[in-house]
């Protein structure tokens, strides 16, 4: 079946720092994939999202693109800041279903000032 | 444009009680889901709706948990009689249709705590 790997964290950054978050997917055919954040106490927010392979997602300064040889959307940001810190998830969609969405763990991520 | 509503917010019951939780989805949006997300944990899939039928609920534990969605708006999803493994958030989320690569919209949860 369906399944999303995200790396192992939490992941601890001070302000300004380079951050990649690593995600790799397992899949039947060609999912749409998806990064959603969750700030403490909050629900499930979109941040970025690519739905065919090559194709670059972005907002508010993070990236990430689908990589269909590696089964890879590794979210990536140049400078992170303290607001940064929450919880990401990767997450696919696979067009043979339902569209239902499969999520990893998710990857905990704490920036310091 | 409001997102989708959820309620409460959070809950504590004692085992073998019962509970219930309500959801409003986006205005115009066919497709409603339940999620179950445990601490640590990513969010899974318990029940999808596309307008008032049911097309997936392979992971809903039929045995205590139920799911609703009259009219194909509002949803409710009850457990009973709950277990202490039901600890969890229940996220409510909804898109237009359920087409691969359409953005779904999540609720802020409900925080169930089972005593």
Not at chain 1, 58 to 65: D, H, I, L, M, P
Not at chain 2, 34 to 59: A, C, E, H, M, T
Request: charged share 20%; with cysteine; aromatic share 12%.
């Amino acid at each position: 079946g369906d399944s999303v790997t995200q790396m192992e964290g939490p992941v601890t950054l001070s302000e300004e720092a380079f951050l990649t978050i690593n995600c790799t997917y397992t899949a039947t055919g060609y999912p749409s994939l998806f990064w959603y954040v969750q700030y403490p106490g909050e629900g499930l927010q979109l941040l970025l999202k690519a739905t065919k392979a090559d194709d670059k997602g972005s907002n508010k300064g993070f990236e990430a693109t689908y990589r269909k040889e590696t089964t890879s959307f590794h979210l990536e940001k140049g400078s992170v800041q303290v607001s940064d810190s929450a919880v990401y998830f990767c997450a696919l969609s696979d067009p043979g279903g339902y569209s239902t969405l499969t999520f990893g763990k998710g990857t905990m991520l704490l920036v310091s000032p | 444009e409001a997102g989708v509503a959820q309620s409460p917010r959070y809950k504590i019951i004692e085992k073998r009680q019962s509970v219930a939780f309500w959801c409003n989805p986006i205005s115009g949006h066919a497709t409603l889901y339940w999620y179950q997300q445990i601490l640590g944990q990513g969010p899974k899939l318990l029940i999808q709706f596309q307008n008032n039928g049911v097309v997936d609920d392979s992971q809903l534990p039929k045995d205590r948990f139920s799911a609703e969605r009259l009219k194909g708006v509002d949803s409710t999803l009850k457990i009973q009689p709950a277990k202490l493994e039901d600890s969890a958030v229940y996220l409510c989320a909804s898109s237009l249709e359920p087409v691969s690569g359409n953005t779904i919209y999540f609720g802020e949860g409900s925080w169930l705590t089972v005593v």
